[in-house]
């Protein structure tokens, strides 16, 4: 009896781990029954981020919530990073089996989950956008061109010598930019400072020289954007129009009195829309 109950749990144990096996780009946290939904963090974020969003779905869920190589102790990959982690992504898919996964994706989560679903249309039934733009590096760099994002630059060598105050500073004032919440901030704050500097550094640099706006075209799910309005609203509408121009299948809802963490400033806001839209 004993033996036939190691026999069992051996057979668990391994089976467990061929199901949710994890990837040297990213690890998963896997909870909750029913339909797969994958949860892409922003930039540094972890797979905390999502946790009252998986408490809320769960019931009736399979959420998949990724933490990336490089943040929240996560090991650091060898660049191009981003361009590793979709890869394992729709590998980490194929191995598991998930059948037409919900992507719900937040900043970079939302990027990246626009380059999956313009890559591979039929593979997934929707995505959610929370405040990630196709290509954020127009809307920060003037006269933008993806040729120009070199990790060897000036402001990367800066950003990679910087002390630790002086990096935890500047975290801070990110932080305060990024959300209205308080309460919020170190936690924000810790995630910068804890991941390691060159994913932080050449990792940011993949994802501003992505530019998915004609690519945009090739999606063929719903998707839903939840959208910030901070600072101006005018502006913010104006930017979505302008870079999901391509995209055919949309719908934008435009998050009051929030800045770029909007599951952490309109909570309840939040959660009503991604249920909404599950």
Excluded at 17 to 26: C, H, L, M, V
Excluded at 65 to 81: C, D, K, L, Q, S
Excluded at 171 to 184: L, P, R, V, W
Aim: hydrophobic content about 45%.
């Amino acid at each position: 009896m004993k033996s036939r109950y190691t026999v069992l749990v051996l057979f668990f144990i391994l089976n467990y781990g061929s199901i949710f096996g994890q990837s040297k780009a990213f690890n998963v946290k896997v909870s909750g029954k029913g339909e797969p939904v994958l949860l892409f963090p922003g930039f540094t974020c972890t797979a905390q981020v999502w946790e009252e969003t998986i408490a809320a779905i769960s019931a009736n869920h399979e959420c998949h919530a990724f933490t990336f190589a490089g943040f929240g102790g996560v090991p650091a990959i060898e660049m191009p990073w981003l361009p590793t982690i979709k890869d394992e992504v729709l590998a980490y898919i194929r191995q598991n089996k998930l059948n037409k996964p919900i992507i719900i994706g937040h900043s970079l989560g939302g990027t990246l989950g626009m380059w999956l679903a313009a890559t591979e249309p039929t593979l997934f039934k929707k995505l959610v956008v929370v405040d990630g733009l196709p290509c954020t590096g127009a809307l920060m760099i003037p006269n933008f061109k993806t040729s120009d994002m070199m990790y060897d630059n000036p402001f990367s060598k800066q950003q990679l010598a910087m002390d630790s105050i002086s990096f935890r500073k500047m975290s801070s004032q990110m932080a305060f930019g990024m959300c209205m919440n308080k309460a919020k901030h170190e936690q924000l704050i810790n995630w910068m400072t804890i991941a390691d500097r060159k994913t932080y550094v050449y990792g940011y640099i993949d994802m501003l020289k992505l530019d998915l706006r004609e690519d945009l075209a090739w999606i063929q799910i719903p998707v839903v954007v939840l959208a910030a309005t901070f600072p101006s609203k005018q502006i913010v509408e104006k930017t979505w129009d302008s870079q999901l121009a391509k995209l055919n299948n949309k719908v934008i809802h435009y998050a009051d009195n929030s800045a770029h963490f909007i599951m952490y400033d309109q909570p309840e806001w939040f959660l009503n829309k991604i249920k909404e839209n599950l």
